[in-house]
């Protein structure tokens, strides 16, 4: 399918193409008559805070661009056209207060200073809103991930031989690996009935969890035998709000559930203090084990 094409059906996507066009249009002819409707000599509070109502209010401009590949952004950057009516606007709105300034008795070398400075002043406040504007939706966004966190879709537990656990560690070699088991810093499990093959599980690899939060909490259970590391790894406690340890790490979940409040500010709580509830965590289940 077309990079740029729509998935619903062709009517459908007519529908949904010309309800979007019309109202780029129609906003279009807003930001037309906001400049047209600033006269020489009546500042531009009222433009700006009519620009900024529009950028605020309008869905067209609060919508998420998709994610196109090379050759649909080539395809989007030929269909891209200027908006004459806006320059019209603009080149109208110019005039007159070029006009007004002349009879006002200013030198035509200093008109062609003060529009210079006026473009680049303009330009430099065209980024400086559409910075704004991506600031403010990325906010609501990361506050709406922390209400209800996504899951990760990758099996945490998934067994790699030492071979694929260094691979995934950034290209270490298998006996590193066994040299950082050996000093508590990684742990691998072997299958009942198996006296060889040990695996190692995927997560002890993943941003997060990898390196030195892993031999914290590692060296917080003491020397636990390596079948309950991964069950205190695996398993939901209540002592991190019904999560596991590894989504308590993670800051994210491995399965899709509801969360209570409290469990929620957790999850979106900083990295240190995270690792820091589930040390707390370990602590807890390497004295329940010695006792």
Same mark, same amino acid.
């Given at each position: 399918?077309?990079?740029? $094409?729509?998935?619903?059906?062709?009517?459908?996507?007519?529908?949904?193409?010309?309800?979007?066009?019309?109202?780029?249009?129609? +906003?279009?002819?807003?930001?037309?008559?906001?400049?047209? @409707?600033?006269?020489?000599?009546?500042?531009?509070?009222?433009?700006?805070?009519?620009?900024?109502? +529009?950028? *605020?209010?309008?869905?067209?401009?609060?919508?998420?661009?998709?994610?196109?590949? &090379? &050759?649909?952004?080539?395809?989007?950057?030929?269909?891209?056209?200027?908006?004459? +009516?806006?320059?019209?606007?603009?080149?109208?709105?110019?005039?007159?207060?070029?006009?007004?300034?002349?009879?006002?008795?200013?030198?035509?070398?200093?008109?062609?200073?003060?529009?210079?400075?006026?473009?680049?002043?303009?330009?430099?406040?065209?980024?400086? *809103? =559409?910075?704004?504007?991506?600031?403010?939706?990325?906010?609501?966004?990361?506050?709406?991930?922390?209400?209800?966190?996504?899951?990760?879709?990758?099996?945490?537990? =998934?067994?790699?031989?030492?071979?694929?656990?260094?691979?995934?560690?950034?290209?270490?070699?298998?006996?590193?690996?066994?040299?950082?088991?050996?000093?508590?810093?990684?742990?691998?499990?072997?299958?009942?009935?198996?006296?060889?093959?040990?695996?190692?599980?995927?997560?002890?690899?993943?941003?997060?969890? $990898?390196?030195?939060?892993?031999?914290?909490?590692?060296?917080?259970?003491?020397?636990?035998?390596? &079948?309950?590391?991964?069950?205190?790894?695996?398993?939901?406690?209540?002592?991190?709000?019904?999560?596991?340890?590894?989504?308590?790490?993670? @800051?994210?979940? &491995?399965?899709? *559930?509801?969360?209570?409040?409290?469990?929620?500010?957790? +999850? @979106? $709580?900083?990295?240190?203090?995270?690792? =820091?509830?589930?040390?707390?965590?370990?602590?807890?289940?390497?004295?329940?084990?010695?006792?």
């Amino acid at each position: 399918m077309n990079d740029l $094409a729509f998935s619903a059906t062709p009517d459908l996507r007519t529908e949904v193409r010309s309800s979007a066009f019309e109202a780029l249009d129609q +906003l279009e002819r807003a930001v037309v008559n906001a400049v047209t @409707g600033l006269k020489p000599g009546s500042g531009s509070a009222a433009l700006h805070k009519e620009m900024t109502r +529009l950028m *605020r209010t309008n869905a067209v401009l609060m919508e998420q661009p998709p994610q196109l590949s &090379t &050759t649909a952004v080539a395809a989007v950057v030929q269909q891209l056209q200027p908006s004459h +009516l806006i320059d019209e606007a603009l080149e109208e709105t110019t005039r007159a207060h070029v006009e007004a300034l002349g009879k006002a008795g200013v030198p035509s070398s200093v008109l062609e200073l003060l529009q210079s400075w006026v473009e680049v002043t303009v330009d430099a406040r065209v980024v400086q *809103r =559409q910075i704004e504007m991506k600031r403010a939706i990325d906010s609501v966004q990361a506050d709406a991930t922390l209400q209800e966190p996504p899951a990760l879709f990758a099996d945490p537990v =998934q067994p790699l031989s030492a071979v694929e656990l260094g691979r995934a560690l950034g290209g270490l070699s298998d006996e590193t690996v066994r040299q950082r088991e050996r000093a508590g810093e990684l742990f691998s499990i072997l299958r009942p009935g198996r006296k060889r093959g040990r695996e190692y599980p995927a997560f002890q690899a993943w941003a997060g969890i $990898a390196g030195q939060p892993l031999a914290q909490v590692l060296g917080a259970l003491s020397e636990a035998s390596s &079948t309950a590391d991964y069950g205190f790894f695996t398993a939901t406690t209540d002592l991190l709000g019904g999560l596991t340890p590894i989504e308590a790490l993670l @800051g994210r979940l &491995t399965t899709a *559930r509801s969360l209570d409040s409290q469990t929620q500010q957790l +999850l @979106g $709580a900083p990295a240190a203090e995270r690792l =820091q509830a589930v040390v707390k965590a370990a602590e807890a289940q390497a004295a329940q084990l010695a006792a």
